[in-house]
């Protein structure tokens, strides 16, 4: 506990500041704490023109954004996969599961997020 005229030195880093704090007797959850800074870390998911480049064979979310069909502040998305299926060199969007996506045309992607993590509790 600091005394009259004391002062704290300033803890460099998140992972300090949790270890102080846990220190100093209070109760606190620093493994959560740090978790969670850890995922406010993560980096935001934004969208990839298929113009810039087209997605690996992986699943990925589609989306129309040309304002033709839909309005470009609400397109029309949908999860699917971009691949050669027929190795012609002609690759196309599908479901996965042999069936065309639902979309007019796609005009960009991005990665699906990561799975959400069961609860612990």
Known sequence: ??????HASQPSTL??????IINSGISIDGDNIL???HS????????????????????VLAA????????PSLPNTQVGIYADWFE???PSW?????????L??????????AAPQPDSD
């Open 1 to 6: 506990m600091l005394k009259g005229g004391e």
């Open 94 to 102: 599908d479901d996965g599961d042999g069936n065309d996506l639902n």
């Open 104 to 113: 007019k045309q796609v005009t960009h992607w991005m990665p699906l997020p």
């Open 88 to 90: 012609d060199g002609k």
């Open 40 to 59: 406010l870390n993560e980096p935001v998911q934004s969208w990839i023109p298929c113009s810039e480049r087209m997605p690996e064979r992986e699943y």
């Open 15 to 20: 992972r300090d500041g949790v270890e102080t």
């Open 64 to 71: 129309d954004f040309s304002g033709s069909y839909y309005l």
């Open 35 to 37: 978790a969670e800074r």
